[in-house]
């Protein structure tokens, strides 16, 4: 599975491409919402890590 760091990078990596002022409208547009999908998904993964940890804790207290 990607890792957050890795998502956060992507972002990064897109947001940059979307400052290019050699770039159209749309293309930069595009790019913008690449970004920000790759900023989404990290923070998915991060709630997800959560919800992980916690089941795991009412799993370990219930002698499961």
Do not use: F
Not at 4 to 20: F, G, P, S, T
Not at 43 to 55: A, T
Request: charged residues 25%; positive net charge; hydrophobic residues 35%.
């Amino acid at each position: 599975m990607i890792s957050v760091e890795q998502c956060r990078i992507n972002a990064e990596k897109y947001k940059a491409l979307a400052n290019d002022p050699s770039n159209s409208e749309r293309r930069s547009t595009v790019l913008k919402n690449i970004s920000r999908s790759w900023t989404t998904l990290a923070h998915q993964l991060e709630n997800l890590d959560v919800i992980e940890k916690s089941e795991a804790s009412r799993l370990a207290a219930s002698g499961v």
